[in-house]
């Protein structure tokens, strides 16, 4: 693999290159230890060995297929990163390192339980190019100092870019919740919580709010582990489907309804017809861009989108207790589903990286490229990526080199062969990005099962996965932490004091920075929730309890400190 | 008035600081960061002195206690940010990407870190206020100051700006140990914050508290190495250096297809 990384950032910048050198970062790191020399080796080797483990993998997989998915995103993201990377991996010669990844990837591959574990928890899409990683940093010792200050590097370039639509998000959230009186109105609740605090006792209440947050979380295990049984049977249609659902009740009824509060906040008349236009299309294109492809940014857009109006149902329809224990204990479950070996979603991006399949688009914001998505604006980008995203599949499986070795090797051959080349190869991607797709819905189904439903707490897995593949992809973060982060805000901003809202907004942004640090320092999956949502917490209880008295006295008398 | 207001008072106060923050800040990750970071550790501050307010339950009619200790707080804090700066010093070389600028210049953390200070607590002392001027309704009605609003922006741009100068000043004195801009610092911090029980009586204390942010400001200039021709080299129009296009190549190969 090196050697293709190589061959594609000599014969041009090519983004799939650039992308698999990313997401054999930890390799590229090594690599950049084991000098040119031990890339061309590795190069070579990858290349001799991957083209009939890539196809194989290919034929195999129909839905598998779809593994590659989770490659081609690494490969997209990078290669949107490319610029931005570039750069870098000019000046660590980490580019250089990506073949030593592809190296790496081989003996990972040999060593598939350790490894994998890590991995798995990061992203299901990525395992394969992960396992590879972490292969290669076992096995490249001498690379680890140079790697963690890769890592360090992309690091700071990816807290920003998980900052930016965080806080978008919360900025949607808050701006709703302020402006419309409806999401902060009781009265409904859900399904789920039966016990709806009416005593004014305080213990009663908490009572009330245990009970609460025991049956949200046990629906969400339920779920979680439904999720897991459909995978491992290898329901895919199930799971894929369940998503689809999730997607389309949100981005219409919930759209529908968002939209007729927003009007009603603001007094403004609307007529139907219009409404129905105006849901229609947007729908549409949310199905379209996150279930299939369009813009980067659409994707990102809808799915920020998404997560805000899961996050304003939650604000709505959550008693104001059961609301705090949930997210508290949701952290904790996150935690634990995380990092047990036998947490569920532990196992789900086990399996997910022994199958070499990719992570569910619908459910995981990516800072890059989610699927392959970008190729249709640039057809042969994506032809490109499809091939790495391929020969990511191929190498997860254990072939590792040799996968991708023949999608490197089919790389180049696109590079070389041009249009021709593309349209073939395009087609043939184009139904391996179907099938990915599909895999990458299924696996976010388990994943979140329940993401249109009110206790999509399981986003969480996908947390532990949005940090992984920094360096390879770009950053990922489930979408659930995105619903979670602005249910606290929002819930926060809901009580109408601005201080509060600030200040867990920071406390957020740092404990997402912190495990951003953690992620560089591990290097495995972890969960997103915990260390934002207790710091959310904290501030949010002792500002408002603690410092908001003291801050009110000081506005009041214009006392500043 | 009150949308006109809020929207006067909020690009009073905030407008200055955003700005710097977009030119200054935003166009690195490291730095952005570093802002967010010691915003947290002002957070902290104000939740140790507002936990020592609260404890004390008997002087919590008299607000000085409560400003004296918050300042020394607020200070302590940034004493502490600056050690964790210097701890992570390796790692900031490293995350800097080649961009050796941040470490090599300390003013640029120095500044980084007042900003992240003046932003996050001109926002707490604001915020609130802000939401309340939208209305309904507005204060100075029963002979109250009419000028609360416009006063409490100007004096939270100043204090904005104050912490902005007062890092500078700060990291400045650690590093060269230079204790006496240290205590002029911590000084001025109480003598500004001390001039503000006066209000409001705005006549004396806006002018006082600018007065300082000015000194505060020439000070921070100079200890950052300006001097007039800096300045006025900063002041003068840059112009970019204009990209020329390669067009013998072009016209060549034109002549040649």
């Not at chain 1, 983004?15 to 080796?41: D, F, I, Y």
């Not at chain 1, 593309?422 to 329940?450: C, I, K, L, S």
């Not at chain 1, 992809?473 to 926060?492: A, C, E, N």
């Amino acid at each position: 693999m090196d050697g293709h990384v190589n061959i594609d950032r000599d014969d041009k910048v090519v983004a799939a290159a650039v992308v698999e050198e990313r997401v054999n970062n930890k390799g590229v790191k090594k690599r950049r230890k084991g000098t040119p020399q031990q890339q061309e080796e590795e190069e070579e080797g990858g290349g001799a060995m991957p083209p009939t483990p890539s196809q194989e993998h290919d034929g195999e997989r129909g839905q598998e297929s779809e593994t590659p998915y989770p490659s081609n995103h690494p490969r997209e993201g990078s290669e949107a990163g490319l610029v931005k990377r570039l750069p870098r991996g000019a000046e660590g010669s980490g580019d250089g390192g990506g073949g030593g990844g592809g190296g790496g990837g081989a003996p990972s591959d040999s060593h598939p339980p350790a490894t994998t574990l890590v991995p798995a928890a990061r992203s299901n899409a990525q395992d394969p190019r992960r396992s590879q990683q972490q292969g290669e940093w076992v096995e490249g010792e001498g690379g680890d100092e140079d790697e963690e200050e890769e890592e360090l590097k992309y690091g700071a370039q990816h807290v920003i870019k998980l900052f930016i639509p965080v806080s978008l998000c919360m900025l949607v959230v808050v701006a709703t919740v302020s402006s419309v009186t409806f999401y902060t109105e009781k009265g409904t609740y859900l399904l789920y919580t039966p016990f709806h605090e009416q005593s004014n006792a305080f213990g009663d209440k908490l009572y009330d709010a245990v009970r609460n947050s025991l049956i949200l979380l046990g629906v969400v295990i339920v779920l979680t582990i439904v999720l897991i049984i459909l995978y491992k049977k290898r329901c895919y249609k199930i799971i894929h489907g369940w998503l689809l659902m999730s997607s389309l009740l949100l981005l219409f009824i919930f759209t529908i309804l968002y939209m007729m509060e927003l009007l009603r906040g603001y007094n403004i008349g609307m007529d139907w017809i219009t409404i129905g236009i105006v849901v229609w299309n947007f729908g549409v294109v949310g199905m379209v861009s996150i279930h299939w492809q369009g813009p980067l940014r659409l994707q990102q857009a809808y799915l920020i989108f998404i997560a805000s109006l899961m996050s304003l149902m939650f604000i709505k329809y959550l008693p104001e207790y059961t609301l705090w224990m949930v997210l508290g204990v949701i952290s904790i479950w996150d935690l634990v589903a995380v990092l047990c070996p036998k947490g569920p979603l532990r196992i789900l991006v086990e399996t997910a990286q022994e199958r070499n399949e990719p992570i569910f688009p619908a459910l995981i914001y990516s800072s890059n490229i989610m699927y392959s998505t970008l190729g249709a604006a640039d057809s042969e980008e994506t032809t490109t990526t499809s091939n790495n995203s391929n020969s990511g599949q191929d190498g997860a499986r254990g072939d590792d080199r040799a996968g991708a070795g023949q999608e490197w090797s089919q790389e180049n051959g696109f590079v070389a062969d041009g249009e021709a080349g593309f349209t073939q190869e395009w087609a043939q991607q184009a139904d391996q990005r179907a099938v990915r797709r599909r895999d990458q819905v299924g696996n976010h189904a388990r994943q979140q099962p329940t993401n249109t439903e009110p206790s999509r707490p399981q986003p969480h897995p996908r947390d532990l996965t949005a940090q992984e593949e920094e360096e390879e992809r770009g950053v990922k973060l489930g979408l659930g932490d995105f619903i979670f982060y602005s249910v606290l805000v929002g819930k926060v901003s809901a009580y109408g004091n601005w201080n509060t809202t600030l200040a867990c907004f920071i406390a957020i942004l740092i404990g997402l920075c912190l495990t951003l640090i953690m992620l560089a320092i591990f290097k495995k999956a972890l969960p997103a929730l915990p260390i934002s949502i207790t710091f959310g917490l904290i501030f949010y209880f002792s500002t408002s309890q603690l410092v908001a008295p003291f801050t009110e006295k000081l506005a009041s008398e214009q006392v500043y400190i | 008035m009150t949308v006109a207001q809020f929207f006067g008072c909020g690009l009073l106060a905030f407008g200055p600081p955003v700005a710097m923050f977009a030119i200054t800040i935003a166009t690195d990750p490291i730095r952005t960061i570093m802002l967010v970071a010691s915003a947290f550790f002002w957070l902290l501050a104000l939740l140790f002195s507002s936990i020592l307010y609260c404890a004390v339950v008997q002087l919590q009619d008299t607000i000085v206690f409560g400003l004296v200790f918050s300042v020394l707080f607020q200070e302590l804090f940034r004493f502490l940010w600056f050690l964790l700066i210097q701890k992570a010093e390796g790692g900031l070389k490293k995350v800097s990407d080649g961009n050796v600028q941040i470490v090599e210049n300390k003013h640029i953390l120095a500044y980084v870190s007042g900003l992240g200070f003046g932003i996050i607590s001109g926002a707490f002392s604001l915020v609130n206020v802000l939401a309340d001027m939208t209305g309904p309704g507005t204060v100075g009605l029963k002979g109250d100051p009419a000028n609360f609003f416009v006063a409490s922006a100007v004096t939270s741009l100043a204090f904005t700006l104050l912490h902005i100068f007062w890092g500078v000043l700060f990291f400045n004195a650690l590093h060269r140990r230079a204790y006496l801009q240290l205590a002029y610092v911590i000084l001025c911090h109480l003598l500004a914050s001390g001039i503000t029980l006066m209000n409001p009586m705005y006549g004396l204390t806006i002018p006082t508290v600018w007065v300082l942010t000015v000194l505060s400001g020439g000070l921070a200039l100079v200890v950052a190495g300006g001097s007039h021709s800096t300045l006025a080299a900063a002041c003068r129009p840059r112009h970019p250096p204009i990209l020329r296009v390669p067009t013998p190549q072009l016209t060549s190969q034109d002549t040649a297809l």
